[in-house]
């Protein structure tokens, strides 16, 4: 009896910590959680531009910041601000690197899902022309609605998210912005704290009416380093569907996530 109360005292910290990680990589597949972290995602994309020889780094940091509205409502900021380098996007143009444009969403949240079980927040999205290059931004100020939808059923999160941007203003010599981006996700998290998710992130240019469609599968697992929860991710994308002069063929997508569990 003696060992098995000992046994129990060891691995009851071991049980409770992976507890943990499961619950945050639950709550990590939900775009509008109560979780405050900060993604740090690169993604690597080539064959781009008209000649199909260049080829594109850039590093997302994507704080994800919820504040309590009040008892019943969140307000969830999720911030894009993107460095990037990139090669022989424009022939003639040689090499860039620097920040690219911003976008800033903010989604109001009911913090119950509703009767069926549905998670939901919507909200207003901004292009904020934040790049230090005129290659890597549109140089235009933008702004439109989003919103996003789930259910996370068992092991299972599924839903999608949604948003637009129109430019008001910026540059006149500058193309115009009517744009939609969509996001369906689908994502699976095993007790043991790994999540396996496929998503496209697509998006329709209205102007040039032309689609541009990567497919991901992605691999993460949460993990704690001292006191730092982080999760791991990583996995290709395949566009299915690209612009003119846009990525073309398999890419690939390294993310770690810090997590600030309340």
Excluded: C
């Excluded at 919820?66 to 996007?89: A, F, K, Y």
């Excluded at 998290?189 to 496209?200: C, E, G, L, M, R």
């Amino acid at each position: 009896m003696r060992s098995i109360i000992i046994l129990s005292v060891i691995l009851w910290p071991v049980s409770s910590l992976a507890q943990d990680a499961a619950d945050l990589a639950k709550k990590l597949s939900n775009p509008i959680s109560s979780l405050i972290s900060v993604p740090f995602q690169l993604n690597y994309d080539h064959d781009i531009g008209p000649l199909d020889d260049g080829e594109r780094w850039t590093m997302n940091a994507q704080p994800v910041i919820p504040v309590e509205l009040n008892d019943d409502w969140n307000i969830i900021s999720r911030t894009i601000l993107p460095v990037v380098s990139q090669d022989d996007i424009v022939p003639g143009a040689g090499s860039q690197f620097g920040l690219g444009d911003t976008v800033q969403t903010v989604f109001f949240s009911p913090k119950a899902p509703t009767d069926s079980g549905w998670i939901w927040g919507a909200g207003p999205v901004a292009l904020l022309p934040t790049a230090t290059d005129e290659l890597l931004g549109a140089d235009k100020w933008g702004a439109g609605p989003s919103a996003v939808a789930l259910k996370q059923q068992g092991p299972w999160t599924y839903g999608a998210l949604f948003n637009h941007i129109w430019s008001f203003a910026g540059d006149s010599d500058r193309n115009d912005i009517n744009s939609t981006f969509l996001q369906p996700f689908l994502a699976y998290n095993t007790p043991t704290a790994w999540t396996f998710t496929v998503q496209t992130e697509a998006t329709y240019d209205w102007e040039s009416e032309q689609w541009n469609v990567p497919i991901g599968l992605f691999v993460a697992k949460v993990a704690k380093f001292g006191n730092q929860m982080v999760q791991f991710q990583g996995g290709p994308r395949y566009y299915a569907e690209h612009t003119d002069g846009g990525p073309e063929g398999w890419g690939f997508r390294a993310n770690v996530v810090l997590l600030f569990p309340r």
